[in-house]
């Protein structure tokens, strides 16, 4: 019966990426079909560009500069993301406080070329009494940060208005500096984007484990581009499974296992291949005290 069908689909859905009945409602088309992909290409550019920043190594994205709190930290204060037709939404603690780590900071000092902190483009455009929505000035993009509280903290806005001598915060800057200009590549479209962009609104399937690990590299495959790995959670073959067999799968997309012990499976959408690697076994895939 399509009825009951439609009703565990979802039931699935907000299970695997813990959405309330409210969260899961935007996501429903008038038919009540899921649908968790923005066919706007611009909007995908932006998530792809942001799928690799918050799947990034410990301060070894070129953006990653800001002190204290690196890119991958940013997920401590993580709750859920919501994906919306023309934008990308995280729900966060202190969401005010981790804008202001991905906001687009240029330091200048004389005695050294300028320095950008943050993504490359990215401007503030409206504040609510519990969200922020952000702008990428090239692609168009958008980034609504939620707060999980009822308001935004008054102390996290103050850091979105800080600044001191030698170093600029472009929240509101309306165009594209030059040291942001010499980025462009990271917006610049691949066969990868669409995939790419699909994997960062199913992100709670890694995000929502602690300690998971999960990092985007260059892959070994000379056809490939990325390979995403994790240490914890689901096992490699479960998470190709759900990415492509499941109330959360990615339309379209097909996973192929790893053939031999040592390789990684194959996520294949049209021409763009991302492998997968992650734990094989129950007991790789979860947390030990002794790690």
């Known amino acids: 019966m399509p009825y009951t069908s439609d009703k565990a689909r979802r039931a699935q859905c907000r299970h695997l990426l813990d959405l309330s009945a409210h969260d899961l409602m935007p996501l429903l088309d008038p038919a009540g079909r899921i649908h968790l992909d923005t066919p706007d290409p611009s909007q995908q550019i932006f998530q792809a560009m942001l799928q690799l920043c ?12 800001m002190g204290g709190r690196t890119f991958p930290e940013l997920l401590l204060y993580y709750s859920v993301v919501l994906p919306r037709p023309d934008r990308l939404v995280l729900r966060l603690s202190c969401a005010a ?15 050294k ?36 509280r009822q308001q935004l ?12 001598q030698g170093r600029q915060l472009l929240k509101g800057a309306t165009h ?3 040291a942001e200009e010499g980025f462009a590549h990271y ?12 994997l960062i609104t199913r992100g709670h399937l890694w995000w929502s484990t602690f ?20 240490a914890k959670g689901y096992l490699v073959d479960e998470l190709g499974a759900l990415l492509t067999a499941s109330a959360v799968a990615i339309p379209g997309a097909v996973y192929t296992p790893a053939a031999c012990q040592g390789d990684a499976g194959v996520l294949r959408l049209a021409d763009a291949v ?18």
């Open 176 to 178: 594209m500096t030059s």
């Open 97 to 111: 406080r981790v804008a202001r780590y991905l906001l687009p900071t240029l330091t200048t000092a004389s005695d």
């Open 113 to 148: 070329p300028a320095e950008l902190t943050g993504l490359p483009g990215l401007r503030l455009e409206e504040v609510g009494r519990r969200s922020l929505l952000m702008r990428h000035l090239t692609t168009g993009g958008r980034l609504e940060f939620q707060d999980s």
């Open 274 to 291: 991302v492998e997968l690697e992650g734990p094989r076994t129950a007991k790789e895939g979860q947390w030990d005290d002794d790690n």
């Open 54 to 65: 918050l799947f990034s190594r410990h301060r070894e994205h070129p953006f990653d500069r």
């Open 187 to 198: 917006w610049a479209p691949t066969p990868c984007t669409a995939l790419r962009s699909a």
């Open 153 to 164: 903290g008054g102390w996290d806005m103050q850091l979105l208005d800080e600044s001191d």
């Open 211 to 230: 300690a998971h690990g999960a990092v985007t590299e260059y892959s070994r495959r000379p056809e490939g581009r990325y390979r995403v790995r994790w």
